[in-house]
């Protein structure tokens, strides 16, 4: 592990990705550690926004449905993301908000699993994905419920009343890794499906859907994938499962012929009848610019750098910040972690704020998570030697002992 600034520099210009940082917009004299949560902006985005807005629907209006093929964009970008987390063509499609489709494939999955009544989950699971479980059950009143379990005896819990395993791989406090094949293998050998929530995976590093046989997936669009805040998320539904049901959120462009203007709803075949209403084109054009810089780059060089920044600011807030209380949340194992790092403090929040007045951006989770997200497409070495840097100065002058930066704003 380097020791010093001069051997971060060196680790940058010996590094492969590092042209890609030039493909976002970053503000001078930033240390961006936050992608994880919103991706920074491809330079591309804005003008092609732009040319979306005062062309396609400024000039040339409701024709661009056809002519810019707008109509296409679900499938087509969802065919991008496929690519980014090995899916086939026609697997993956770019529909609503990662919540919504959470709740799309757990009615799916209840449908496909009539006998059985258990959603099962763990505890340190992204509260909506729970939360969507907890009112598809309400909404059914007919004895489905949501089991939570400790992660580490998820696997263990799944028996013949599970319907549906529903896992995060990368845990959002920790960036623990969950063995996403193994446990699909578990759930699949007591008959149950599985749903995996690649929120904080599709993007950081290699995911593979068709190795792992996973039944469901959903994802997020503005963390990794650089799609802007709000972009809308992904669905991806194994091909064996798509015509075997239908989703409960049966809206018109999810129809077999939307502009049939039937008065009754019958699916589309495949992937498209996982659509609900009409997409958000203006974000799913700036999706798209986000999802082909990430395509531009080698997903494995991602990952060892990723690793490689990981490993390397453990190893330096260990050593810079010793004796101020942090204490390591993520597994030491690089193999074992996602493309994040986190520390307990309880002093969190403040220290966050302090460091983020410095221009080191990380995020806070409660009740005492310091959480810093690596990018390595748009982030050097050195900058993990300043975010590091940055914190040992923040804990040994206490400048996050302040009034100000005790205040809770509604986004943390
Ligand atoms: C970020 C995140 C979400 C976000 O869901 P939205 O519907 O886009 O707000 C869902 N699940 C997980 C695991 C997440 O990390």
């Not at 092609?48 to 810019?68: F, H």
């Not at 090995?86 to 757990?106: H, M, Q, R």
């Not at 960036?175 to 929120?199: E, P, S």
């Not at 469901?216 to 064996?240: E, I, M």
């Amino acid at each position: 592990m380097p020791t010093d600034l001069a051997a971060c520099e060196a680790l940058d210009r010996a590094d492969p990705l590092a042209r890609h940082r030039d493909a976002f917009e970053l503000p001078a004299g930033l240390v961006y550690l936050d992608g994880n949560s919103l991706g920074a902006l491809p330079r591309a985005t804005a003008a092609r926004v732009a040319d979306v807005i005062r062309r396609e629907w400024g000039q040339d209006l409701i024709t661009s449905w056809n002519k810019a093929g707008w109509i296409d964009l679900p499938r087509r970008v969802g065919d991008k993301i496929g690519r980014l987390v090995g899916a086939a063509p026609g697997e993956v499609i770019v529909a609503d908000s990662t919540s919504i489709n959470v709740f799309k494939v757990l009615a799916a999955a209840l449908a496909l699993r009539p006998d059985r009544r258990t959603i099962l989950s763990d505890s340190g699971n992204f509260p909506t994905d729970l939360y969507m479980a907890q009112g598809l059950a309400a909404l059914r009143a007919d004895g489905r419920r949501l089991r939570l379990e400790a992660p580490e005896d998820v696997a263990a819990a799944i028996d013949d009343d599970t319907a549906v395993v529903m896992l995060t791989e990368v845990d959002y406090r920790t960036g623990r890794l969950h063995d996403m094949a193994a446990i699909t293998a578990a759930a699949q050998a007591r008959g149950a499906l599985m749903l995996w929530d690649l929120a904080h995976s599709a993007g950081a590093f290699p995911v593979d859907l068709a190795r792992c046989n996973a039944d469901f997936a959903v994802g997020c669009g503005y963390k990794y994938l650089n799609g802007g805040p709000g972009a809308p998320a992904f669905v991806y539904v194994a091909a064996r499962h798509q015509d075997s049901f239908r989703q409960p959120l049966s809206g018109w462009l999810g129809h077999a012929a939307p502009f049939a203007f039937d008065t009754s709803y019958a699916p589309a075949r495949g992937i498209g009848r996982y659509l609900c209403g009409t997409p958000p084109i203006l974000s799913l054009v700036a999706l798209e610019c986000g999802v082909d810089t990430l395509l531009e780059a080698d997903m494995s060089a991602i990952r060892a750098k990723s690793e490689r920044m990981t490993a390397l600011f453990i190893d330096l807030v260990e050593r810079l910040c010793a004796g101020h209380g942090l204490e390591l949340a993520s597994p030491r194992a690089a193999a074992r972690r996602g493309s994040q790092v986190s520390f307990r403090h309880p002093e969190g929040y403040a220290i966050m704020q302090a460091l983020i007045a410095r221009g080191v951006i990380g995020d806070f989770r409660a009740p005492d998570i310091l959480r810093f997200g690596f990018t390595p497409l748009y982030l050097r070495h050195v900058d993990v030697w300043r975010a590091a840097d940055t914190l040992r100065d923040v804990l040994a002058t206490r400048a996050w002992d302040a009034p100000r930066f005790r205040t809770r704003a509604a986004v943390t």
